[in-house]
């Protein structure tokens, strides 16, 4: 296998020719009914991706598919799932797929089988939400647990909670709805003091969450949580579970009700379907919900190893990204579910492909020349049409479109009003933005004219239910791994966060040295020495 | 007053030389404690726009203000307080300043004063809100209302959404939190079942918000909430008011408790001070809190009249945002709040900016050939550090920053931990990260490298009360309506949306005479008869 740059590719000189060849602004007057029954690829538990409305031809079809062969992109997925160090600056194996089944070699470390120890995990987890949901475990003063809060950051909050947020609605109406959760995440004293005021902390279990056990954030939360259970006359040892490394302070800690493990192979955005979503999901949903998300994942996850591109939605998800951000020079992708319940869906897209696709040099630490991860960003529609849809559709700068949508609603309360009910509302708006950026229209008044040629791909299902949304989720962390291989990126390490952290420390301590920053610390009245 | 496209002036010649001098990737050492110290200008209400980490040295800052008197910016902002028909699309005049002050003449329109009836309209509805917390009105049982659920989209939610959740904390903590609220906008109904499956119908009040009182979304969630308060044989007449146009079919309508009423020259993203964000204000808080935002606001549009960019913040955020998207070629900006109050404050901003200048057709109906809007994105610090953070400090594009940062808490529950409590630690985060960008650090390992010379700036103040809110608000008005200036659009009008709309009514008529527009509606089960 060969790393290199996407500049050095044959193929990718190519696509540039041919984007030359494309009208970046013109109209997709070829998108009918034909383009859009040729142009679905399966992802997996029901779910499809339609590519009809982008800018792809035949041609640049074809260029693609030697991009993704010429850098050996699934032979670069089948190595990470046989365990190599794919993530070389850390030098770490990258092993989320892992926690779905296994579909490479048994990955064995000093005699330890990964695949295993993350089933067993599992196992624990599914048990411990039983005897919770059982009664088994209560809190300090006998009352049942009928709330779970979260406290984590990063990918220990925004998968997991989108997953929460994705679900509420389907386990409602299922009678699947065990426990609420909430979440607290941010390190300003408001986030946290809010949840604790609207639960009821006899009936609340937290479940901390942090890898190394050392996240600042999620610490001055934790001690926060622990001072209102203190408060309260309840004992935190009973109202506290880890989720944490083996070999962090927070691991066989008596001081937690009970810990649950990952190791330093699962990156924290993509950490949901680990323990780090794990315990919370099946708090909330049952085990069973938490079982069907993995199996989708799974089922997304052996469909991503098809070498075919137009048989493999991740892969062709990923190098028309690429087309779009290095051959077009389109700077952004929009994220667009038409589904309520995906309204954190986009957030935790955000964090995924930005932190591990927005970097310039590549896995063996040499700088890159070509653009890497576009900004993401996005809200559900229909909302999202009454907001920013007004630049996306005239704006100065053409942004690429990720619509997702179901032909269903979760929760199955509807009305009709003039001769259609909202959830053939909310479909209908969905079909109409496709073409309306695809096809555009021409009018004499320039400000009522639409150039169209704005590109957009749409996945689709039946219903958003558990295998469907960890389809969609390990789709996306797909994408992303594909896009990180064709730029030569190490996709699993963030050191853009580094520096950040290094200075707060410096201005915490009151004197940083540095006086621009002591500076700011002043104006803002930094003080080291609190109230 | 003279008109013309932002590439006719000679100032705008200037500024693109100047940027070739620029080292646009390259750190900035040149911040200092000085610099910073000599960086700041007031907004409003105790807010600061601090501007020290911006790449504009004292040549640009000069040809800045050569622009904005070159393109009489403060000028038309007085024609626009005058009454002078701004928004020259729809041919309306542009009147939100005059809901929070007088600032200009008298608008007078038909014979009425448009003014008065603003302050009509407010003073009615600080009446009602008072009457609704003394048990004046109740619920059709004869409950007293303690939840408001607004129902409502686009600007008729994400403004009043956002200054909702920015207050709850402080008006909890001051004891003025009357009642709850809760916010139902998209059509997926999902979204309506989800918020009325979270209230006692008894105790709510609706309040009902379309200008033209036929929004598609809204009036579906109106007959679902009616539908519902039916079920529960509760009179919807005593559950809902309106807050509409006086042409609307929701005036004077005797299905409502009451209507409150706007115009035509109040544009959906620019409501917030309108009744569309005044009655759940005043329901939620108190008439003395929304009045205290107006306030604020009305102090931030007063100080936006100064024709000298050092002592205007707003123009002067208007000018280096334009210097960053026209001459420096900066495709995005993020809004970063490290406050958790502040949570949908950058999605309300995504309306306002995005919808305001993300066009490419100026004010008389021509082409522009530059850059307008940019797209604008953001999460509260510290949350976003553990997202997007990565691609910001490491990325291949340069994001510019839009930090805001307060000193004390909202709700003043707080921990030390390891010598500072959450909000030292807050702040230390925020003042790290703007030098952190500003500056990077060197480093023989290019991927633990940061080059720095990522532009920000900071809005702080003491505390985020219903003043600096307002203030707030209203800075970020201003700056995109001076942008909208400079470019030479419409910044009031957004015929961008049109298309989609006309398109939806095709697809839900079952034939729309478009096999594309088909074809989706077919995948997706779009069926007009619903079950």
Redesign the interface.
């Known amino acids: 296998m060969r790393f290199i740059n996407l500049d050095k590719t044959a193929s990718y000189k190519k696509l540039l020719k041919l984007a030359k060849k494309i009208n970046k602004a013109g109209g997709s007057d070829a998108?009918?009914?034909i383009?859009?029954?040729g142009s679905s690829t399966p992802i997996a538990a029901g779910l499809k991706y339609?590519w009809?409305a982008k800018k792809v031809s035949p041609d640049v079809l074809a260029a693609l598919q030697e991009l993704a062969d010429e850098q050996e992109l699934v032979a670069k997925y089948q190595a990470l799932l046989d365990g190599d160090v794919v993530n070389t600056?850390e030098k770490r194996k990258v092993l989320h797929h892992l926690l779905r089944g296994q579909l490479g070699k048994p990955v064995i470390e000093k005699g330890k089988n990964l695949g295993e120890f993350y089933k067993n995990e599992l196992e624990r987890i599914l048990a411990f939400a039983q005897a919770v949901h059982a009664g088994v475990h209560t809190g300090a003063s006998g009352r049942k647990f009928t709330q779970v809060v979260q406290i984590g950051?990063?990918?220990s909050?925004?998968g997991p909670r989108a997953l929460y947020l994705a679900m509420?609605?389907w386990a409602?109406r299922e009678g699947r709805h065990k426990m609420k959760a909430a979440f607290i995440?941010?390190?300003?004293?408001?986030?946290?003091?809010?949840v604790i005021?609207s639960v009821n902390l006899e009936e609340t279990l937290f479940v901390l969450v942090s890898k190394s056990g050392t996240t600042?954030?999620t610490?001055?939360?934790e001690?926060?949580v622990k001072?209102c259970l203190n408060k309260a006359k309840l004992d935190p040892c009973k109202h506290l579970v880890a989720v944490t490394s083996e070999t962090s302070p927070l691991a066989n800690n008596k001081n937690y009700l009970d810990s649950f493990y990952i190791d330093d192979y699962i990156g924290?955005r993509y950490s949901a379907t680990s323990a780090v979503g794990g315990v919370v999901l099946s708090l909330a949903f049952g085990g069973d919900t938490f079982k069907a998300i993995l199996t989708g994942a799974h089922e997304a996850d052996k469909a991503a190893l098809v070498g075919n591109i137009h048989n493999n939605a991740a892969l062709l998800d990923a190098l028309i990204g690429v087309w779009e951000r290095n051959c077009l020079g389109y700077?952004?992708t929009a994220v667009l579910p038409?589904?309520?319940?995906l309204i954190r869906f986009p957030?935790h897209l955000?964090?995924l492909d930005?932190?591990s696709?927005?970097?310039?040099?590549n896995r063996a630490?040499?700088?890159v020349k070509?653009?890497?991860?576009p900004?993401?960003?996005g809200?559900?529609?229909?909302?999202g049409?009454?907001?920013?849809?007004?630049?996306?559709?005239?704006?100065?700068?053409i942004?690429p479109l990720q619509f997702i949508?179901f032909?269903t609603?979760?929760?199955d309360?509807?009305?009709?009003?003039d001769?259609?009910?909202?959830?053939?509302?909310?479909?209908?708006?969905?079909?109409?933005?496709?073409?309306?950026f695809?096809?555009?229209?021409a009018d004499a008044?320039?400000?009522?004219?639409?150039k169209g040629g704005r590109p957009s791909s749409?996945i689709?299902g039946h219903r958003l239910v558990p295998g469907a949304l960890g389809a969609l989720l390990a789709h996306f962390e797909n994408k992303v791994m594909f896009q990180g291989f064709i730029w030569n990126l190490?996709s699993f390490?963030?050191?853009?966060?580094?520096?950040?952290?290094?200075?707060?420390k410096?201005?915490?301590s009151g004197n940083s040295g540095?006086?621009?920053?002591?500076?700011?610390?002043k104006?803002?009245?930094?003080?080291?020495?609190?109230?």
Do not use: W
Not at 445 to 450: S, V
């Open positions: 998108l009918d009914a383009r859009i029954r339609n009809a600056g950051i990063g990918g909050d925004l509420e609605g409602t995440s941010n390190v300003d004293p408001d986030d946290g003091a809010a005021a600042q954030e610490l001055a939360n001690l926060f001072a924290g700077p952004a038409y589904s309520q319940a957030a955000q964090q930005m932190e696709n927005g970097k310039q040099v630490g040499k700088p070509y653009p890497t991860g900004v993401i960003f809200e559900p529609g229909t909302n049409q009454h907001s920013f849809y007004q630049l996306l559709h005239q704006g100065s700068d942004i949508g032909n609603s979760q929760r309360q509807d009305i009709d009003v001769g259609s009910n909202s959830q053939a509302k909310l479909k209908a708006n969905l079909a109409a933005q496709i073409v309306a695809a096809k555009g229209k008044n320039p400000n009522k004219t639409f749409l689709h190490n390490d963030q050191e853009g966060v580094q520096l950040g952290k290094v200075l707060t410096q201005a915490l540095d006086d621009a920053l002591d500076e700011y610390c104006i803002l009245e930094v003080s080291a020495a609190s109230a």
